[in-house]
């Protein structure tokens, strides 16, 4: 969004809110790339069962099933925790950072969700750490070793995304739509559904993560939660279905 401001014996210039570097961007772009070695290809966050289940069984009723996730699910509540971590770390604010690390971790609905969090979390800073390091990232780190908690990866992509200077809308897009084409990548081979098929579910959530992300960055925290029930369900029966190929 182009924002119109006017300096006193300067004239009128345009400013770009959100504006990503493009040094920035290329980091970003990396971190959340299917080579980022966090495992996000062993993880299905319950399709895996929704399509035991027949619930997603072509690409209409994944992009349902995929909306639901993204606006009620662990994109809400996820979107709403990348949004308090990213604006504590960009305010020092170590107890508020700590909050959202805490919290990130125990909102979750079953073990395997809790797992695919919190694994994807420290295998993302891990490999930030000996790879990209970052200037500033050991006082967070120190916060989360504080706070007893394991982090969960959307706090961690938060974290580092704040550090290089990316905007929170940018970040949390960014965030969302890796989130969604890992989920499709999972659908695509367990539906099984083509490429091309994959492609057009990914473009027909496009514009459903941008709300997603808008909406999260707009909630207020007393708002914190979900309503993906369907989802939660899916999760739970996989940890005992009898043949599986994703760890959730």
Same mark, same amino acid.
């Given at each position: 969004?182009?924002?119109?401001?006017?300096?006193?014996?300067?004239?009128?210039?345009?400013?770009?809110?959100?504006?990503?570097?493009?040094?920035?961007?290329?980091?970003?772009?990396?971190?959340?790339?299917?080579?980022?070695?966090?495992?996000?290809?062993?993880?299905?966050?319950?399709?895996?069962?929704?399509?035991?289940?027949?619930?997603?069984?072509?690409?209409?009723?994944?992009?349902?099933?995929?909306?639901?996730?993204?606006?009620?699910?662990?994109?809400?509540?996820?979107?709403?925790?990348?949004?308090?971590?990213?604006?504590?770390?960009?305010? @020092?604010?170590?107890?508020?950072? !700590?909050? +959202? =690390?805490?919290? &990130?971790?125990? $909102?979750?609905?079953? /073990? *395997?969700?809790?797992?695919?969090?919190?694994?994807?979390?420290?295998?993302?800073?891990?490999?930030?750490?000996?790879?990209?390091?970052?200037?500033?990232?050991?006082?967070?780190?120190?916060?989360?070793?504080?706070? @007893?908690?394991?982090?969960?990866? !959307?706090? +961690? =992509?938060?974290? &580092?995304?704040? $550090?290089?200077?990316? /905007? *929170?809308?940018?970040?949390?897009?960014?965030?969302?739509?890796?989130?969604?084409?890992?989920?499709?990548?999972?659908?695509?081979?367990?539906?099984?559904?083509?490429?091309?098929?994959?492609?057009?579910?990914?473009?027909?959530?496009?514009?459903?993560?941008?709300? +997603?992300?808008?909406? &999260?960055?707009?909630?207020?925290?007393?708002?914190?939660?979900?309503?993906?029930?369907?989802?939660?369900?899916?999760?739970?029966?996989?940890?005992?279905?009898?043949?599986?190929?994703?760890?959730?």
């Amino acid at each position: 969004m182009a924002v119109i401001r006017m300096a006193a014996g300067m004239g009128i210039r345009t400013e770009v809110d959100n504006a990503v570097s493009t040094h920035a961007l290329t980091r970003l772009l990396a971190w959340l790339s299917p080579s980022f070695p966090v495992g996000g290809f062993s993880y299905s966050h319950g399709i895996e069962a929704a399509v035991e289940q027949g619930l997603v069984r072509d690409r209409a009723t994944m992009i349902v099933w995929l909306d639901g996730i993204l606006r009620h699910g662990a994109g809400r509540t996820d979107g709403m925790l990348f949004a308090a971590a990213h604006r504590a770390v960009l305010a @020092g604010d170590e107890a508020g950072f !700590a909050w +959202a =690390v805490e919290r &990130a971790d125990i $909102l979750r609905a079953s /073990a *395997e969700m809790g797992l695919e969090s919190r694994a994807q979390g420290q295998a993302f800073l891990l490999a930030i750490r000996a790879a990209w390091p970052l200037d500033g990232l050991a006082r967070w780190d120190a916060v989360i070793a504080g706070s @007893g908690r394991p982090v969960a990866y !959307a706090v +961690a =992509v938060a974290l &580092a995304a704040s $550090l290089i200077g990316v /905007a *929170e809308g940018p970040a949390l897009t960014a965030y969302l739509h890796a989130f969604s084409a890992n989920l499709v990548s999972a659908g695509v081979r367990l539906v099984p559904l083509g490429q091309t098929d994959g492609q057009r579910a990914l473009a027909a959530l496009d514009p459903i993560t941008h709300r +997603a992300a808008d909406a &999260a960055l707009a909630a207020p925290l007393d708002d914190l939660g979900g309503r993906a029930m369907a989802v939660d369900w899916t999760s739970m029966i996989h940890e005992t279905q009898y043949t599986r190929l994703f760890r959730s």
